[in-house]
């Protein structure tokens, strides 16, 4: 792939069309290499370096380019020298089959994203399941913020929230109102679900739905979590 074509990963419609995203960064290309010995797939990724990078020890094809072609793909002010372009394919293998499901209804943060794949990475044992009209998952900010663990974390992408019901049995709902995450029911649940950091999920959808509702127990008067944070506390809380 040119330089320029490289380049456009920049974008999501490029990203799409082209079917690869970019990672950028000593610690994430690390954490794609150590991925990659448990995902085969990834092993079809190239590492892009500029010349303090040209002895890095790697099992991908390794392409040398200038700092000026490095400045021009990197998404950062100040480009590490080393980048890599990665199939977005991998994310398309399968998982043990044991995996608790994380629904995200149309998040829109990618620092969001990013820190709930960084959570659901350090946990284990977790799917994430992205809606339609949710942040792209391949967006740098995202990828940046999840520290690497997007390449742990198996991921389905426009997933429709009106399937849900379909593939789980006990499907979990945060909400001001409900059971205590404390309760032991909660961590039966094969399916948790949050909804958008501003609207959360609509009721009409959820009223269709075979769910049970949880809250996070509270003592001040703040109305309501950050969605990242409230879905920390209840990875901790269900493995507690």
């Known amino acids: 792939m040119k330089i320029e074509q490289v380049k456009k990963l920049q974008h999501k419609k490029y990203r799409q069309a082209l079917g690869y995203c970019l990672v950028e960064g000593e610690h994430l290309i690390l954490e794609l290499q150590k991925a990659s010995q448990f995902n085969p797939q990834l092993l079809d990724s190239v590492i892009y370096v500029t010349d303090r990078y040209a002895h890095w020890q790697t099992p991908f094809k390794v392409q040398q380019v200038s700092e000026k072609q490095m400045a021009q793909l990197s998404d950062t002010h100040t480009p590490q020298g080393i980048l890599a372009r990665v199939p977005l394919s991998a994310w398309q293998s399968g998982s043990s089959g044991n995996d ?23 946990f284990g044992g977790y799917r994430c399941l992205l809606s339609p009209a949710s942040v792209d ?3 740098p900010k995202v990828i940046r913020a999840s520290m690497g663990a997007i390449f742990h974390v198996p991921m389905e992408l426009e997933v429709s929230l009106d399937r849900l019901s379909e593939r789980f ?16 029911s909660f961590k039966q649940a094969d399916c948790y679900l949050f909804g958008n950091e501003a609207r959360g999920v609509p009721q009409a959808a959820l009223e269709k739905m075979k769910t049970h509702t949880y809250t996070i127990p509270g003592k001040g008067q703040i109305e309501s979590l950050n969605l990242a944070t409230a879905v920390n506390i209840c990875a901790y809380e269900r493995q507690r």
């Open 100 to 122: 608790v499901a994380v629904y995200l209804h149309e998040i829109q943060d990618p620092g969001n994203l990013g820190t709930i794949l960084r959570t659901l990475g350090w």
């Open 137 to 139: 998952p391949f967006n």
């Open 169 to 184: 049995t006990h499907i979990a709902c945060l909400d001001l109102q409900g059971d205590a995450i404390t309760s032991e």
